[in-house]
């Protein structure tokens, strides 16, 4: 069976269909068991790269670590090539968001093996920021993930126009304390002025560079209460489009994507976050048939 002009369907053997239905659907108990698996090991995988880190563990640990490391890095290199057996469309999957995660939770390791020349160029605490990167494998099987993001999406304009005007702010502000306080006291020129504002804007006060004169400080004390008023904007902003988004959500399960299977897009949504390709239309009335063409 030929899938949307994409050459045969890799679905077509009943090995791959059954597979295709455990990695990509959480609506079966194979499927929700293959998630709740997986999202126990990322956890666990990224709590031995922390502990690893630790210079006392690792030295007398250090075994324990390598072969559970190993046994991770097995474990998600094998999911990785399921999931590209089970896809229609491998390369679109290769270069989305979740298989350069998928990617990058096993590359590490096998750098390493293959290439232990490069061992002096790449310094252990890049290969432990790689594995880190696992915590990102958690947003493929938590839906909330897929509202937030899509809510944060949906208010950038918004967004980008409160941080211009903070940023315009903190330049105006950062501009007079230089013309106020001046070198002597620190603001030893305008890039350094607008550090300080932007610090004392956020509330963070590094306690750096502090006003030493009485309009300096009186400055200082309206720019941290207008932080305090400013905080709760982005804040606003971003609740307000989840809010209106939960209403419109559909039931999970109801939408499913004909590429690889997976389920539980609402109406707004157009493409799949696994693979790529175009979910169907959504019909009123009539629900999603998984397996089905668009």
């Known amino acids: 069976m030929a899938a949307r002009g994409h050459g045969p369907d890799p679905l077509a053997a009943p090995w ?3 597979m295709a239905r455990v990695i990509w659907e959480s609506d079966t108990p194979a499927g ?15 709590a031995v790269v922390i502990a690893d880190s630790v210079a006392g563990w690792h030295v007398e640990y250090r075994r324990f670590f390598v072969g559970v490391e190993w046994f991770f890095t097995l474990l998600f290199t094998v999911e990785y090539l399921a999931r590209l057996a089970t896809v229609e469309n491998r390369w679109r999957y290769a270069r989305s968001f979740f298989g350069i995660v998928d990617l990058l939770a096993v590359m590490p390791t096998w750098l390493a093996l293959f290439f232990p020349e490069l061992h002096a160029l790449i310094d252990v605490r890049v290969l432990r920021l790689l594995r880190v990167f696992r915590i990102f494998k ?3 099987y938590i839906s909330e993930y897929q ?10 304009r918004k967004i980008l126009v409160f941080v211009v005007a903070v940023l315009m702010i903190d330049l105006v502000v950062g501009t007079v304390m230089y013309v106020v ?5 620190g603001f030893v020129d305008i890039p350094t002025s607008v550090y300080w504002a ?19 400080r009186f400055i200082a004390s309206c720019m941290m209460l207008v932080g305090w008023g400013t905080l709760a904007v982005p804040t606003g902003i ?8 939960r ?12 590429g690889c299977g997976a389920a539980g897009y609402g109406p707004e949504a157009r493409f799949c976050q696994q693979c790529g390709t175009a979910l169907p239309d959504v019909v009123p009335g009539v629900a999603a048939v998984p397996g089905a063409g668009p």
Not at 238 to 245: D, K, L, Q
Not at 247 to 258: A, F, I, N
């Open 238 to 245: 971003v609740t307000a489009e989840m809010t209106v988004r």
């Open 147 to 156: 509202y937030m993001g899509s809510a944060l999406l949906a208010s950038r």
């Open 247 to 258: 209403h419109v959500r559909q039931p999970v399960g109801t939408r499913e994507c004909t």
């Open 32 to 46: 929700r068991l293959f998630d709740k698996t997986l999202v126990a090991a990322i956890v666990v995988s990224v």
């Open 181 to 185: 306080e001046g070198p002597a006291n």
């Open 16 to 18: 791959r269909q059954r």
């Open 138 to 140: 958690l947003t493929a």
């Open 198 to 216: 932007i610090t004392t804007m956020t509330t963070v006060g590094f306690g750096d560079i502090t006003p030493k004169t009485d309009l300096g």
